[in-house]
């Protein structure tokens, strides 16, 4: 029998079984660990539910928060005027790409992440509309997350119908009055993306009309009509009501008459992370004029890093009084712990301004009189001095 030389061409080196054993070991490695995110009903809900499951605290917590109508007591004892309790000179606590749980990639969309938020005080919402452009979705609105730079590839794991997002925030934002706060004005941000069609924004229409109809303003606010003014009526009006803001009119649809605030020429409504930083005195002064008349949002598009790590300085927006400064409620970084300090957010969902940030409402006395001695005085003012009589000759 002939030996096999160490180069015989027949034999496989024991060294390539082994490179081909390690490829194995890792590829399987990589499969098993893949598979929790691929896109299936099974691991949807167990990652909504583990989800859910470490946001718990929010629930728990939830009794011991206070609702507005108790905050505004502790105000007035405070010696806050009620001139000074306009819509305007709060900040309101706001959760960004609403009804995700973040990461971005690989996330998922669920009404438990709606549901979280308004237990862990969130009052206004920015939802990330995206036509849907599945089969037979007919580009109704969805909530989803985008990768950046795109408009259809997905990178959540899945998406929900726009409605179903809704169902559940408003459910859990007014119905459940036991909780506190559940008669506090909610602020809803539809924020457009992609290519919404007109048959996108006629089913966002339909949404809200089947689910909060109730809670609208009234119609003095449709279709933008009162936005120049929102901003100064007392927030205690706003009571159990729902006010919308969009990045479109939607002009010739319907939804333009759900719409109470909109994209206003002149006027910003989204700033930027860093946009407040470095304004000199009178650029600062410009800006926070502005944004006491105008109600304005920061809150990074739900696909990019700022959205998700919660990096960014809140307080630096704050600083110019913007209104909502929208974090990712699920990353308890240093700055959410800011955000859910008792001297921020973590007591109540408002916060009433520093006085310099405040739009003063003026109250003008009443007329005066004017004096003239022939109408009386005392008890007589406003009767004339009764002529002599006439004597006839």
């Known amino acids: 029998m002939r030996e096999s030389s160490p180069d015989d061409p027949t034999k496989f080196p024991i060294w390539g079984l082994l490179i081909i054993l390690v490829v194995i070991v890792g590829l399987m490695i990589w499969y098993f660990k893949r598979l929790g995110l ?8 167990k990652l909504a539910k583990s989800s859910t499951e470490a946001q718990a605290d929010y629930d728990a917590k939830n009794p011991s928060r206070v609702g507005i109508r108790q905050y505004l007591a502790e105000l007035k004892k405070q010696g806050v005027p ?11 606590s706001t959760v960004n790409a609403a009804g995700v749980f973040f990461p971005a990639e690989d996330g998922v969309v669920s009404p438990m992440a709606a549901r979280a938020a308004v237990m862990g005080g969130a009052r206004a919402f920015v939802l990330d509309i995206w036509p849907d452009l599945s089969p037979d979705a007919k580009f109704g609105p969805s909530v989803q997350i985008v990768e950046s730079g795109s408009l259809w590839r997905r990178i959540s794991m899945n998406s929900l119908p726009f409605v179903s997002i809704l169902k559940a925030l408003v459910q859990e934002a007014f119905e459940m009055e036991a909780r506190p706060g559940s008669s506090d004005p909610l602020f809803l941000y539809l924020r457009f993306r992609g290519k919404p069609r007109a048959a996108t924004y006629t089913a966002t229409a339909n949404a809200l009309r089947a689910v909060l109809e109730q809670y609208r ?14 901003f100064s009526i007392p927030i205690t009006s706003l009571l159990k009501k729902v006010v919308i803001i969009s990045n479109t009119k939607a002009q010739g649809n319907i939804l333009s008459d759900y719409i109470n605030v909109g994209p206003k020429d002149g006027i910003k409504m989204e700033w930027g992370i860093t946009e407040a930083r470095g304004l000199g005195t009178e650029a600062k002064a410009d800006a926070i004029r502005k944004i006491q008349q105008n109600l304005t949002f920061v809150a990074p598009l739900s696909e990019t890093p700022d959205a998700e790590n919660n990096a960014w300085d809140f307080a630096l927006s704050q600083s110019v009084g913007i209104h909502f400064c929208a974090l990712n409620f699920w990353n308890r970084n240093d700055k959410w712990k800011a955000y859910m300090d008792p001297a921020m957010f973590g007591k109540q969902s408002f916060l009433i301004k520093p006085t310099p940030l405040r739009y003063v409402i003026e109250v003008l006395p009443n007329p005066k009189y004017p004096e003239n001695p022939g109408w009386g005085t005392g008890t007589q003012a406003g009767k004339p001095t009764e002529p002599p009589p006439i004597k006839l000759p």
């Open 38 to 45: 691929f896109e299936n009903a099974v691991n949807i809900r």
């Open 82 to 92: 009620d001139t000074h309790l306009c819509l305007t000179n709060f900040y309101v």
């Open 217 to 230: 303003l009234d119609p003095s606010y449709n279709t933008c009509r009162g936005q120049d003014s929102i």
